[in-house]
């Protein structure tokens, strides 16, 4: 069945990168995302990727895809405090009638 | 920008009272979704729906559930008779139609049932 795995915790350093890693076992899917949740709130669209890149990136944002191993990779540069939030990977396939979650990564960002 | 929004944005209700959450999807989209997310856990789809019909819907969707677009902008989900469980973050999403795949998600209202 399709499932979409997530290490559940990151800590980092102010200043230093994060990466968020996910894997997926739908090969069929062919928009994968990354969304962002701070406490208490909603769901933020960060970015996305079509199944057919390898690579997105935006500002401080680089998503890298590994479509063989199926894996989603999502890297943060120069991680702010601000960034503190729960990271989601999600994915959809053509027909996209629904989105499949992950568990969520919650980015712990020191000062 | 146009975007999804969702009233209440925070519902209290006892245990066998109805409930219905309302969402105004994003004007032009045609796929409107429910998802919900119980307190620390992941988010989970509930049901999609397309030209005035359910396409989908997941094994949580039960005959408490439905779903209704009353008019031209509404879009609703409504609880028959709430549990204790059905506590939690219920979110709309929509998407345009014609190969535009990403959902927008509203805000999303939380449900306490007591």
């Known amino acids: 069945g399709e499932d979409v795995e997530q290490s559940l915790f990151l800590s980092v350093r102010e200043g230093d990168s994060s990466v968020i890693n996910c894997t997926y076992t739908?090969?069929?899917?062919?928009?994968l995302y990354w969304y962002k949740q701070e406490p208490g709130a909603g769901l933020q669209l960060l970015t996305y990727?079509?199944?057919?890149?390898d690579m997105k990136q935006d500002q401080r944002l680089t998503v890298l895809l590994n479509k063989k191993d199926k894996h989603l990779s999502l890297r943060i540069a120069d991680t702010q405090t601000g960034d503190s939030a729960i990271y989601f990977c999600a994915e959809t396939h053509t027909g996209g009638f629904k989105t499949i979650f992950g568990a969520g990564t919650r980015l712990f960002v020191k000062a | 920008e146009p975007e999804v929004t969702q009233t209440p944005s925070h519902q209290v209700t006892q245990m066998g009272q109805e409930v219905i959450l309302r969402c105004v999807p994003i004007?032009?989209?045609?796929?409107f979704y429910w998802y919900r997310q119980i307190l620390g856990q992941k988010v989970e789809f509930l049901v999609s729906f397309y030209n005035n019909e359910i396409s989908e819907k997941s094994e949580i969707f039960d005959d408490q559930f439905s779903v209704e677009r009353p008019d031209g902008s509404n879009f609703t989900l409504k609880i028959r008779s709430t549990k204790l469980e059905d506590s939690a973050m219920y979110f709309c999403?929509?998407?345009?139609?014609?190969?535009?795949?990403?959902?927008?998600f509203g805000p999303g209202t939380r449900l306490l049932v007591l």
């Open positions: 990727i079509f199944s057919n890149m």
């Open positions: 004007s032009n989209h045609l796929y």
């Open positions: 739908d090969s069929s899917s062919t928009y």
């Open positions: 999403a929509s998407r345009l139609a014609g190969g535009q795949e990403t959902q927008y």
